[in-house]
């Protein structure tokens, strides 16, 4: 499979994966979706522009002020391989430069099982969450949110509402990774996965601080691979930012890099920017 065909099934993907976890939607005319929810959800974001073809000004007109009505700073996430009219526009609309994501990729097939890159810790073992339990949905979301953040953070209420959308949403699978040791069995990782036909996007990874360093993030990254070789996925994705300990995790596991896409985004008096 070449770059431009994963990047399309990529940028699609989460075009619409975004989308159907948000409350309003804007659909581009010469492709690509924009999602709209709460100010500073993480789900104000338009993807898949210019994967199928040369992006009208007026389009990009559009969505800014689509998105600025509701006080919310417009952003863009742009794959290197869309038409250059997207960016064209965008620096002609004053858009600026917010971020940058790698996007890396590893093809599957159902005769290989994917194994963590350092020997399986037997301590470790991984669960499917209950979609219908919403005990187990909040304690992966909670884990999702807080295991790379300060430890006094307490995430805000409608993030975990937020969370349960990722969560439920039919083609999300979601883990929780346990680890046994002399005090009991702690839950302790996050990762969830979202098969869409051929291709799966693994994300959310997540690691309480004392429990890192010990194999969980390998051992969620090849329970999710399997899962989606048994479901016949061709390919996999996972975003990170450059240099981050999820791409040196997932490279030491068979990724390699397919792009760098950029977040674009124009900011105004009172508009609030997505998180994260």
């Given at each position: 499979?070449?770059?431009?065909e994963?990047?399309?099934?990529?940028?699609t993907?989460?075009a619409?994966?975004v989308?159907?976890i948000?409350?309003?939607?804007l659909?581009?005319k010469?492709?690509?979706l924009?999602s709209?929810?709460l100010?500073?959800?993480w789900?104000n974001?338009a993807?898949?522009?210019?994967?199928?073809?040369?992006?009208?000004?007026e389009e990009?007109e559009?969505?800014?002020?689509w998105?600025?009505?509701a006080?919310?700073e417009?952003?863009?996430?742009?794959?290197?391989?869309a038409?250059?009219s997207?960016?064209?526009?965008?620096?002609?609309?004053n858009?600026r430069?917010?971020g940058?994501?790698?996007v890396?990729f590893r093809?599957l097939?159902k005769?290989e099982?994917?194994?963590?890159a350092q020997?399986?810790?037997?301590s470790?073992?991984?669960r499917?969450?209950?979609?219908?339990?919403?005990?187990?949905v909040?304690?992966?979301?909670r884990l999702?949110?807080t295991g790379?953040s300060?430890p006094?953070?307490?995430?805000p209420?409608?993030d975990f509402e937020?969370?349960?959308?990722?969560?439920k949403h039919?083609?999300?699978?979601?883990?929780?990774a346990?680890?046994?040791?002399?005090t009991?069995v702690h839950?302790?990782a996050?990762?969830a996965?979202e098969?869409h036909e051929?291709i799966?996007?693994l994300?959310g990874?997540?690691?309480?601080?004392?429990?890192?360093?010990?194999?969980l993030?390998?051992s969620?990254?090849a329970?999710?691979?399997?899962?989606?070789?048994e479901?016949?996925?061709?390919?996999?994705?996972?975003?990170?930012r450059?240099g981050?300990g999820t791409?040196?995790?997932?490279?030491?596991m068979?990724f390699?890099?397919?792009?760098?896409?950029?977040?674009l985004?124009?900011?105004g008096?009172?508009?609030v920017?997505?998180?994260?």
């Open positions: 499979m070449d770059i431009l994963i990047a399309r099934l990529e940028e993907r989460l619409i994966g989308s159907e948000s409350d309003h939607v659909p581009i010469s492709g690509g924009a709209r929810a100010p500073g959800w789900n974001t993807a898949g522009l210019g994967m199928s073809g040369p992006v009208a000004r990009i559009e969505l800014a002020k998105y600025e009505d006080g919310i417009p952003r863009i996430e742009g794959c290197p391989l038409d250059p997207l960016f064209k526009h965008c620096e002609d609309l858009f430069v917010r940058f994501d790698n890396l093809e097939s005769s099982r994917a194994t963590p020997p399986p810790d037997p470790i073992t991984c499917i969450v209950d979609k219908n339990d919403d005990a187990e909040r304690k992966y979301s999702s949110m790379f300060p006094d953070f307490v995430p209420e409608t937020l969370w349960a959308r990722v969560v039919p083609r999300t699978v979601s883990f929780i346990s680890i046994r040791d002399a009991g839950d302790a996050a990762g996965i098969v051929q799966a996007c994300f990874l997540s690691t309480l601080a004392p429990f890192r360093k010990r194999g993030q390998q969620l990254i329970a999710r691979l399997n899962l989606a070789a479901r016949g996925v061709r390919v996999a994705t996972i975003g990170s450059p981050a791409e040196r995790n997932v490279r030491r068979g390699q890099t397919a792009y760098t896409k950029v977040f985004t124009r900011a008096p009172n508009l920017p997505a998180r994260g």
